[in-house]
Every structure is written in C-alpha cells, then in structure tokens.
C-alpha cells in the first residue's frame, strides 16, 4: 500500500476566528468543521465534523479573556481530537493566558503557567506554538517541542517604514530588557529601561530612566498591555525626561479594567499591537498589525519539518 503523508488540518476555538481565518488563508486550506457549543448547564460541547484519522491537526486558540472558559475549550478539542485518532495535536497559542504567574514570587501562590502546560499536555497536546511568552522560560514548562515566534518580525519591519532617526527602544521594566536590547539590534537603535515597582495587578510606580532619551525619538516595547498602567506610566516619564516621539510596539492587546481610557490620555504617538487577541478597543492612534503571515509560516514549516528558527534570521 502507498504510503501517504498526514493531511494539514487547523481548528479554529472561539477566541480569535479572523485571525484563524487569515491563518487558513495564508495556508491555502479552509479551516476544519467542528460544533462548538454549549450544554445547558453552560458545560462546553464540541463535535468534530471533519474527519482527523491519522492527521497533523492545528488547533488555533487564544487563551484570552473569558481565559478560563477559552482554556477549557481548548482542552476539550484536543481531547476530542486525540479520541478521534488525529496523528499529532499542535496547539497554536497566539496570546498564552496564565502566563505571568510563572514563579513563586511570595509565599502560598501558584505557578498557573506550569499548571497550564501540564493540563495541555494531559489533554494530548504533542506540540505548542506561542508567540512573546511573558517569559521564554515558559518554554521548559513543557515536556513536548514548543515552538516560541516573536513578533518582533512584524514591529521591526513597521518600525523601518517610521523612518526615526536617532531611535532609542525602551523597556518599561527590567524584566522586558532582553526583549528591548534584541530590539535594538535589528533597529540599530540605543537602548534604554524605565524603573517600575508593581504595587498591584492595576498600580505601578515608575521611577527614574536609565539610558540616554532626551530629544530622541523611543520606541516603548513590551509583550503585554494589560491595564495599561505600565506604558502609560512609561511614556508619560519618558516625555517628562525630554523624549521626542513616544511610540508604543507591544505584542497582546489584554486592554483590561481602565487601560483603554489610560492609552487614549497617555502621550503616545501611535500604539502598534497585533491580532493574537481580538483588538475591539476604539483608540485614535492604534493600530493593529497581523500576525497571521507569521504564523502561517510556522505552521507550514513545522508541518513539512523544515527549520522554524530560521524564520528570525
Ligand atoms: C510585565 O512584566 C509585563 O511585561 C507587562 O509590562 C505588564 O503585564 C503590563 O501590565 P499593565 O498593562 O497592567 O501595566
């Protein structure tokens, strides 16, 4: 008998269809039937439709707000998936959700982000796609491949077309440098980082400014915008030390609580987020870049097991 390849399938959970939509496109595939719906007790139903037997199946799921009942969808699927004999399950996660709370920072509190891979794994996940993990340690949460992107691909390619002279990318927080500093490399740009203090979920203070910003234009860049508090923060002290232009380049618009009032007072020359969450916010200034074509990419060359890393290069 001959032997033939697995087919390509992707699914789409409910989180982000347009992006799965532009994903299946950029693949030349239509994306796979499945019922998704609800028990009458609110219990999540799925019905695979297409049939996955001996498959290399994608399921694109977002884990953003309603993150608990998005999660659970996602590992529902995947069990649905596994039962119906698909060859290898791959969860593309554009916007991981649980992923801050990934280390023991204070007594008597959970590490959500190893919890997560642990349930996904259970579920039958063989392999993950993220992009701009809030930390690239996450990765070792998983005892299957984990495919890391960065959307630094798409920001840099956007940020050449802004033309900024004398260009310096900041981070908001320590923690972010690494990101800022591989920033910088690709835009040729100095480096600078602003001191915060997280006081709570929706708080934070920031101090002073390390790195030479006066008269220059800065590039803000950052995985998350969550409240809004730290950019907005950020950019105000940037301006107070004599930056130019303020710009804003952060990867998951989580847009919660007061962020989107925050940005829309904040001064910020133009916020750029992609579309790994479903950008609904009405904000002058903002805009959305996709990364569908990134993904797409990944996907296609996992598929046809060609390198992914060189994707960066
Ligand atoms: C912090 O470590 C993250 O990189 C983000 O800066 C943070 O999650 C943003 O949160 P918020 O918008 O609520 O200040």
Known sequence: MKKTSAPLLLFSGSSNKKLAAKIASYLGVSLGDLDLGRFPDGEIRVKIRSDVRGADVYIIQSTCTPVNDHLM????MADALRRASAKRITAVIPYFGYSRQDRKDEGRVPITAKLTANMLQAAGIERVVTLDLHAAQIQGFFDVPVDHLYASRVFTKYARQ??????????????????????????????????????????????????????????????????????SKAASLLKEKGARKVYVMATHAVFCGRAVEKLRDAPIAEIIVTDTIPVTARIERLRVLSVAELLGEALHRIHTNKSVSTLFR
Not at 73 to 76: M, S
Not at 169 to 191: C, E, I, Q
């Open 73 to 76: 969808e996602l590992l529902i």
């Open 162 to 231: 802004l033309e900024l002279p004398e260009l310096v990318v900041a981070s908001p927080d320590v923690g972010g440098m690494k990101m800022a500093w591989g920033y910088t490399k690709r835009l040729d740009a100095r480096l600078a980082v602003i001191e915060k203090r997280r006081i709570s979920g929706e708080e934070v203070e920031v101090g002073f400014v390390i790195g030479d910003i006066k008269d220059k234009d800065v590039i803000l860049v950052d995985d998350i915008i969550s409240t809004g508090g730290s950019i």
